[in-house]
T-cell receptor
Framework: GNSVTQMEGPVTLSEEAFLTINCTYT??????LFWYVQYPGEGLQLLLK?????DKGSNKGFEATYRKETTSFHLEKGSVQVSDSAVYFC??????????FGTGTQLKVEL | DVKVTQSSRYLVKRTGEKVFLECVQD?????MFWYRQDPGLGLRLIYF???????EKGDIPEGYSVSREKKERFSLILESASTNQTSMYLC????????????????FGPGTRLLVL
């Protein structure tokens, strides 16, 4: 079956530090890959996505590249801000419009 | 702007009670989903619906049922609440008109935090 593995948190960084959150997946076929973000007290919202190999999704300074050869979709940001503190979920969708999520990674950014 | 609303942000119920969680979307989307979110487990799919009166089991349907009488509304029902159903419940909606729903964005509600005592 489909599965998503992402690094455990919490990840604590100083403001302006570089961020990487690792995500790898197992899926049949050609899945679409997503990063969703959950700010405190809110539901999930899409951060970025990529629908085919070598695509790069980007939004709000975050980027992730769909790497089929390594089955990965790592999230990166060059300079994090306190406002980026949230829980980040990697997810895939292969068939049936259903999302399979990773366990989530909590990011804390300190001044 | 797209909007998915859930009837309650916080809910406290007693063991054995019947619980209704309501979700409404204003996007005219065909597909709707119910997930539960637990620490260390991420989000797990309980049920989903791809059309009015249609439903399919997700990964963890035991102890839950759903109802979709109108396109915009998808209800999650806990027939007899138990303490292990204490969790955050998230509803989502997805357009199905493109035929490529697996590439589309799911839009989430703010969640209902349910405590079963």
């Amino acid at each position: 079956g489909n599965s998503v593995t992402q690094m455990e948190g919490p990840v604590t960084l100083s403001e302006e530090a570089f961020l990487t959150i690792n995500c790898t997946y197992t899926a049949t076929g050609y899945p679409s890959l997503f990063w969703y973000v959950q700010y405190p007290g809110e539901g999930l919202q899409l951060l970025l996505k990529a629908t085919k190999a070598d695509d790069k999704g980007s939004n709000k300074g975050f980027e992730a590249t769909y790497r089929k050869e390594t089955t990965s979709f790592h999230l990166e940001k060059g300079s994090v801000q306190v406002s980026d503190s949230a829980v980040y979920f990697c997810a895939l969708s292969a068939t049936g419009n259903k999302l399979t999520f990773g366990t989530g990674t909590q990011l804390k950014v300190e001044l | 702007d797209v909007k998915v609303t859930q009837s309650s942000r916080y809910l406290v119920k007693r063991t054995g009670e019947k619980v209704f969680l309501e979700c409404v979307q204003d996007m005219d989307h065909e597909n709707m989903f119910w997930y539960r979110q637990d620490p260390g487990l991420g989000l797990r799919l309980i049920y989903f619906s791809y059309d009015v009166k249609m439903k399919e089991k997700g990964d963890i349907p035991e102890g839950y049922s759903v109802s979709r009488e109108k396109k915009e509304r998808f209800s999650l029902i806990l027939e007899s609440a138990s303490t292990n159903q204490t969790s955050m419940y998230l509803c989502a909606a997805l357009s199905g008109t493109s035929g490529r729903g697996y590439q589309e964005t799911q839009y989430f509600g703010p969640g209902t935090r349910l405590l079963v005592l």
